[in-house]
């Protein structure tokens, strides 16, 4: 008899084979695709501006009202299993991108992590970020507001931060000649 798989969800269902719970929960929460991006025409390149949709909360990170977010914006996409692979503007770090380029999840993931705060601890998220929402911009252009570190991972959420009480110490060491 084959071995129980007991891998995580995300590491041995595709995302066609999940739930619609799992699917849901594969959004880490970061609310960086809910940044307003543009794309330039002849390149296709997508730069991304720190301007919020006008139902992003800056602070949670999340959609005020997500039950109803298609017909509230015109411009928010679904993503499904189907559209993944080609939303070239999803960022890289993005849960449902991850996944679907067979890659795995990263230290701060919620469902890793088990903290919902950990992608913000991390710096991933859009917390604290974003300068302004759509709806305000009045006549300020969106050129004006293009931003790079949404498409980075900051360096410290490059490694998950050491466990506490393993004997390790993250203090510096005392100084020469202190007494
Ligand atoms: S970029 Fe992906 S993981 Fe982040 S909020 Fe958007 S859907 Fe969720
Ligand atoms: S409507 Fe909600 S989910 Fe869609 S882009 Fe805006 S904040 Fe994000």
Not at 116 to 130: F, K, L, N, Q, T
Request: proline fraction near 6%; include cysteine; glycine fraction near 8%.
């Amino acid at each position: 008899m084959a071995a129980a798989d007991d891998r995580p969800f995300w590491q041995r269902k595709t995302l066609a084979e999940m739930n619609d719970a799992e699917w849901e929960s594969l959004c880490d929460g970061c609310g960086r695709c809910c940044l307003n991006k543009l794309e330039y025409e002849d390149t296709g390149e997508i730069a991304y501006t720190d301007v919020g949709c006008r139902l992003l909360d800056g602070e949670s990170c999340r959609c005020n009202d997500y039950a109803n977010r298609h017909a509230q914006v015109e411009n928010c996409d679904r993503l499904t299993p189907d559209n993944i692979g080609s939303l070239n503007w999803l960022p890289a770090t993005c849960g449902y991108r991850l996944i679907g380029a067979g890659r795995d999840l990263y230290w701060w993931h919620p469902l890793v992590s088990g903290d919902p705060d950990s992608v913000h601890a991390a710096g991933i998220s859009v917390r604290g970020r974003v300068s302004i929402y759509e709806h305000a911009m009045g006549e300020l252009d969106f050129e004006d507001r293009i931003v790079d570190w949404p498409t980075r991972i900051p360096r410290k959420a490059r490694k998950p931060p050491m466990p506490n009480g393993d004997g390790r110490r993250a203090c510096r060491k005392p100084k020469r000649g202190a007494a």
